[in-house]
């Protein structure tokens, strides 16, 4: 399983913790409130659907509300699946989500950990958040090294470049400075106390009251009628 689809895997069975989806209802949830899969192709979606469901770790459902049952016969299309999550789902997602090896560093595996930090328990949180800050920092001090080499060589609108690259990656460690912090004093982002997975946010569907990237709906309207 490549790297790729894995972090695709991973958000699905924690969207789907949340609550069952459609197929659409998922494709929007990746793009609009996990910003990382912005780019991602559909095509991909539903083999990593089927791949889920062939694993057990979810179940296909027929849709049952009553503008699935009037859908089928007005537009002669079939009625859409619901995707559920198998307790076997739920216990492999939760395995996931203590998991702090390195992957959970990299830049794309990261935004999908830290969507889901409201589920995660604050030790996994604080073992991510300092694995990234380090990964950041080694990168940081690569970038001064480099930097400093080839400064004579480059023309102003490179040496430009570099800097804003540099300056991004030290925001984003004063970022994680900022949660650490917060970590630490036992203190979610909502500024409450809490041992444990941050409570979550059933008016929004957040989860943990979580920032999550991309917040802005696509104004693309594919065929809702995909299972």
């Known amino acids: 399983m490549s790297r790729r689809s894995g972090i695709l895997e991973f958000a699905v069975l924690g969207l789907l913790r949340e609550s069952p989806m459609h197929g659409y209802e998922l494709r929007k949830r990746l793009n609009t409130s996990l910003g990382v899969f ?10 990593c659907l089927k791949t889920l469901v062939t694993n057990g770790w979810l ?8 503008d699935d049952a009037l859908a ?9 699946i619901v995707y559920r999550l198998t307790a076997e789902g739920k216990e492999h997602f939760e395995e996931l989500l203590s998991q702090t090896g390195p992957d959970a560093y990299e830049d794309e595996h990261f935004a999908a ?14 073992r991510v958040l300092e694995g990234r800050r380090s990964r950041l920092e080694e990168r940081l001090e690569k970038m001064r090294a480099s930097l400093a080499r080839t400064r004579e060589r480059l023309d102003d609108y490179t040496l430009e470049l570099q800097r804003h690259g540099m300056e991004s990656v030290e925001r984003e460690v004063r970022w994680l400075n900022e949660l650490i912090e917060s970590e630490r ?18 008016t929004t569907g957040s989860t943990g009251g979580l920032p999550r990237p991309g917040d802005t709906p696509r104004t693309d309207t ?3 009628t995909a299972t």
């Open 38 to 47: 912005r780019a991602f192709s559909y095509g991909t979606l539903y083999p």
């Open 59 to 66: 179940i296909e459902e027929p849709g049952n509300t009553h």
């Open 72 to 80: 089928a016969p007005l537009a002669g299309r079939r009625a859409k």
């Open 113 to 126: 950990r830290f969507a889901f930090f409201g589920q995660t328990s604050r030790d996994v949180r604080m």
């Open 185 to 202: 004093a036992g203190r979610d982002l909502r500024g409450s106390a809490s041992g444990g997975p941050a409570q979550q946010d059933t």
């Open 222 to 224: 594919p065929d809702d």
